[in-house]
């Protein structure tokens, strides 16, 4: 019989929150007492699966042994008999609740959520295909009742977007969203080409988990602040007024800019709050790093050099690079209709978490369609 892995280590860990919620300061920081609360519960869950698993192995022996037993009665030897196949069942199943309890959740799942895209190459039609991104993460969120905050955005001549920046709020947004993260391609016609030739451009993706200020320690003698007149289209009372702010992290060189609202102090706490989540996301991201030699690459990194996904109009075909996935429902996708792509990716990154838990081979993935040029 196949075994878990040990499971001592949880029921210590399960034993030492246990004890620090037994003590009389465990509430003084609400937010620390929530996450231990969490994890507790997790583990707590795990332990009485885990015991479900062991239980019916016992059952399944016991009815195994009954079966040799030539002494046996006949009608209980029978009764085990047709009892077995149903206990083989709950076994595995339990086996795979265990494994899946056993990897431990990350710790940004549950945040929200800084979206940022931006055109690549493609010129117009990039910018256009960014706005058409923009649209389509607008109506998945909005399906599943996120709210959506505007921080940063320009816009293109033709009416599309050279960059947008968001926040999506809601239950779990970051661990539905991570996997977003990469370059993202599009090949189609443009209502400007009157030679009818497919054109190919990219947008960029990437998805931040909401950072908060304990999160990241940000030195201001690290910050050059900058405000000046809004640029662009946008509303007169906006375009009047020293209201964008400009922030350069100079250990990093990360520059952010925001210019959305009228208010010089709205837009230099949105602009705080973008490069709060880049550098936590930088910050991850080295964590992960460290561990790169030992494992296959994880879904969803982030990598912007990274091809994930493509959308060819021409064939109604919408590709998912990574884990070979292709769906033909092109216009359902770009109304927000992902949640399937989502749950493909869940699913694929579960597999490879779940085969280095238990040193098993990763599962090998079978293409469900063509592969784009």
């Keep these: 019989m196949e075994t878990l892995p040990d499971i001592v280590p949880f029921q210590m860990r399960l034993d030492e929150l246990d004890a ?35 239980d019916t192995g016992r059952e399944i022996a016991e009815h195994t042994a009954l079966l040799k037993d030539a002494s046996a009665d006949a009608e209980l030897r029978e009764l085990a008999q047709s009892e077995i ?14 494994l899946a309890l056993m990897i431990p959740p990350e710790a940004s799942d549950s945040r929200n959520t800084v979206f940022e895209i931006r055109a690549g190459t493609g010129g117009d039609e990039a910018s256009l295909f960014a706005a058409e991104l923009y649209r389509l993460y607008s109506r998945y969120a909005e399906g599943r009742g996120w709210k959506i905050q505007p921080m940063s955005s320009s816009a293109s001549d033709r009416g599309g977007l050279k960059e947008v920046i968001f926040l999506i709020t809601g239950q779990e947004v970051y661990k539905q969203l991570k996997y977003e993260s990469g370059v993202q391609r599009v ?11 497919i054109h190919t ?31 662009g289209p946008g509303g007169q009372g906006v375009n009047t007024t020293d209201s964008a702010v400009r922030i350069i992290h100079k250990p990093t060189g990360l520059i952010v800019y925001c210019a959305d609202d009228r208010s010089q102090i709205k837009n230099k706490a949105s602009a705080m709050s973008v490069l709060r989540s880049r550098l936590l996301k930088l910050k991850e991201d080295e964590e992960k790093a460290k561990y790169a030699a030992q494992r296959r690459n994880q879904i969803g990194t982030g990598g912007r050099s990274e091809r994930i996904r493509t959308y060819n109009f021409p064939q109604n075909r919408m ?8 769906l033909y429902s092109l216009p359902a996708i770009m109304e927000g209709d992902i949640g399937e792509i989502i749950e493909a990716l869940q699913r694929a990154d579960f597999e490879e978490k779940l085969a280095a838990l238990t040193g098993g081979p990763l599962p090998s993935r079978q293409r469900t369609g063509g592969e784009d040029d």
């Design 20 to 54: 620090q919620m037994a003590a009389p300061s465990f509430y003084a920081n609400p937010r620390k007492a929530t996450e231990v609360s969490r994890e507790q519960q997790a583990l707590r869950r795990l332990v009485e699966e885990h015991k479900n698993y062991e």
């Design 85 to 98: 196949p149903e206990l083989q069942t709950k076994h595995e199943k339990l086996k795979l609740s265990v």
């Design 187 to 197: 090949q189609r016609i443009p209502v400007t080409e009157a030679n009818g030739r």
């Design 201 to 231: 451009s990219t947008v960029t993706v990437a998805v931040l988990p909401e950072a908060e200020e304990v999160d990241v320690d940000i030195d201001s003698q690290d910050l050059e602040i900058t405000v000046q007149r809004a640029s």
């Design 319 to 326: 590709t998912d690079h990574r884990i070979g996935l292709t």
